[in-house]
Structures are given as C-alpha cells and as structure tokens.
C-alpha cells in the first residue's frame, strides 16, 4: 500500500470516528431546558411589557433593573426570568448544544477550563444573566482555546440537572463536555 492510500486510509477512519462520536450526541436548542410553564410565561409577555414605547426611557436595561424590585412576585413572566426550574427528563442525556463562552476559570491565560454556556453573546457580561435554567455550567479540564468571546461554540457532552451559584451568575445545568467546535450551521 503506497503512502498516499495509508494516508486516505486513516483519514477516512478518523473522519467516520468522528461522525460517529457526533451521533452520540443529540442535538437540541436551548427552548428544549425550559420547562412547558416557563416557555408559556416567555412566549405571552404581560401587557405591561407590550405597552413600552420602544426607545423610551423605560425600555433601558436600567429603567427594568430599577424597576425589577417593583414587579409582583406573582407575575408569572417575571418568575420565569429568574426560574431555576429544570426538565428533569434531560438529566444525565448527552446532548449538543450551541451557544457562548462565559469564562470562569483558565488553565493559563489562552485556555478556559471552566465556563458558562449561554445561549446568546453578552449575557452575563453585559447584559443580566439569562434565568438559570438557561445557562450550563461547564467543566473541561483540557481547555478551550478562546480567542473571541464573540466566538459560538457547539458544545457536546453529558447534561446534568445540578444548580450551581456563582458570584457571576447560577446555572441550572452542568456539563462535563466531551467535544467542542466552532459554530457552523448544520
């Protein structure tokens, strides 16, 4: 066998390794942690809400942060903002999910070894944290090189249903992760 057929030989079994390591993984987004309740209070926002003129004063993240002591604890979409609710069915599945490095922990200064993952960029750096149930709690003692923080991230591993608090934020989920990649659409 010439080295060119070994070569395509090893790579042919490296690439069918890796589809097959993908396979294992169910891919899912992040609608799939909320429970049915507090996706319903997400999806039907109060009037209150629907009532701010866009641009306003009281559309600022400020106004709502002033605000958010003033709401009604029985509000139901305010509950879901802040809902440490699980689906409990998701509890020990390995699954694939996209989503944004938040980091906690490096190895080094080019190597993030503990982060959280969220669904969309920003989100507890700039903006409030998303509810809970919305964010995963990421171990990965081999590192992530992270260049951007504006970089998606398809992540891959075991999901467990265990609440974590951190100084930055709480997480609902974890996950120790098996594989990484940058985000490309499928």
């Given at each position: 066998?010439?080295?060119?057929?070994?070569?395509?030989?090893?790579?042919?079994?490296?690439?069918?390794?890796?589809?097959?390591?993908?396979?294992?993984?169910?891919?899912?987004?992040?609608?799939?942690?909320?429970?049915?309740?507090?996706?319903?209070?997400?999806?039907?926002?109060?009037?209150?809400?629907?009532?701010?003129?866009?641009?306003?004063?009281?559309?600022?993240?400020?106004?709502?942060?002033?605000?958010?002591?003033?709401?009604?604890?029985?509000?139901?979409?305010?509950?879901?903002?802040?809902?440490?609710?699980?689906?409990?069915?998701?509890?020990?599945?390995?699954?694939?999910?996209?989503?944004?490095?938040?980091?906690?922990?490096?190895?080094?200064?080019?190597?993030?070894?503990?982060?959280?993952?969220?669904?969309?960029?920003?989100a507890c750096l700039h903006l409030p944290p998303p509810p809970p149930n919305q964010i995963i709690l990421v171990n990965f003692p081999k590192?992530?090189?992270?260049?951007?923080?504006?970089?998606?991230?398809?992540?891959?591993?075991?999901?467990?249903?265990?609440?974590?608090?951190?100084?930055?934020?709480?997480?609902?989920?974890?996950?120790?992760?098996?594989?990484?990649?940058?985000?490309?659409?499928?």
């Amino acid at each position: 066998m010439t080295n060119l057929k070994i070569w395509i030989t090893y790579f042919l079994l490296a690439l069918n390794c890796s589809f097959a390591a993908e396979a294992q993984y169910n891919t899912i987004e992040w609608i799939d942690l909320l429970p049915p309740d507090d996706l319903e209070a997400l999806l039907n926002p109060p009037e209150y809400l629907t009532e701010i003129e866009d641009g306003s004063p009281e559309d600022s993240i400020q106004s709502r942060l002033k605000n958010k002591a003033n709401t009604n604890v029985n509000d139901r979409y305010q509950q879901a903002l802040r809902s440490e609710k699980i689906v409990t069915t998701m509890d020990g599945k390995k699954i694939r999910i996209p989503g944004f490095i938040v980091p906690l922990e490096f190895e080094n200064e080019e190597m993030v070894i503990q982060f959280f993952f969220v669904p969309f960029f920003g989100a507890c750096l700039h903006l409030p944290p998303p509810p809970p149930n919305q964010i995963i709690l990421v171990n990965f003692p081999k590192g992530v090189p992270l260049k951007s923080l504006y970089t998606p991230f398809w992540i891959s591993g075991e999901l467990q249903t265990s609440l974590v608090e951190k100084d930055m934020a709480t997480a609902a989920y974890t996950m120790t992760m098996d594989l990484y990649e940058v985000y490309r659409e499928d």
